[in-house]
């Protein structure tokens, strides 16, 4: 009875120590780029998931910046008219989604081209490359703190569209020649609370208190009996 004692005992302590201070909440990042494609497509990019060995997952913050590439040249086609006050215009939307496709976040980047005039046969050209962050995603929900827990990447799909305007005063005929190239960098982050890690001294409290229980149960078993 003496010896199933001190075993409870030991085992007692080992749970008082072993539990470990409060853990505290902690993140985790990832970035992952889409490279500049001709605009119109639809295709995805891949991002880690939160691994739950980890931890547990409390919050997740999606960032995404939209980028499109332009080159443009407009034409005067009037032989004898003179084009003034061009404004050319081209938004693009670049849409990152859900597996099921509903939206996350939308980047709308904007590129403009203003020209005073263009004369009857001429051509004015311009490029450039703009970009846009919209506010961050941010969820606590439990679908999306499902959605993104796993140990496989998770695949989101990624949209491009583009729409174009040309405005102006004079006679001219305006023609567009347009490329477009679109790209993305998209960042999540994980809150989460991590696993609760035993302290180091209270591993080696525990460890001297076990010690000393067994030494002092080796000498009570070697006493002799007084029956």
Do not use: K
């Not at 009875?1 to 902690?26: K, N, Q």
């Not at 443009?72 to 061009?86: D, E, F, K, Q, W």
């Not at 040309?166 to 020649?177: E, F, L, M």
């Amino acid at each position: 009875m003496r010896i199933t004692g001190i075993a409870a005992l030991i085992s007692g302590l080992a749970f008082v120590h072993l539990g470990g201070a409060p853990a505290e909440a902690d993140f985790i990042t990832f970035t992952t780029t889409f490279p500049s494609t001709p605009t119109d497509f639809t295709s995805s990019v891949n991002l880690p998931r939160f691994n739950p060995s980890q931890g547990t997952l409390t919050q997740i913050t999606i960032s995404e910046t939209g980028t499109i590439d332009n080159s443009v040249t407009l034409t005067n086609t009037s032989p004898t008219a003179t084009a003034r006050n061009i404004r050319f215009t081209e938004t693009g939307n670049l849409f990152l989604q859900r597996p099921d496709t509903s939206n996350l976040l939308t980047a709308t980047p904007v590129f403009t081209f203003l020209v005073a005039t263009i004369g009857p046969g001429a051509s004015a050209s311009n490029s450039g490359i703009v970009s846009n962050t919209p506010p961050d995603f941010v969820s606590t929900s439990p679908a999306d703190l499902a959605l993104f827990s796993g140990t496989n990447p998770v695949t989101l799909p990624f949209v491009s569209t583009t729409t174009t305007s040309v405005s102006g005063t004079g006679a001219g005929n305006i023609r567009g020649s347009v490329t477009t190239l679109a790209s993305g960098s998209i960042t999540i982050r994980y809150d989460f609370t991590p696993v609760a890690v035993p302290e180091p001294a209270s591993l080696a409290l525990t460890a001297s208190g076990v010690a000393c229980l067994l030494g002092f149960s080796r000498r009570r078993l070697r006493r002799p009996s007084s029956c």
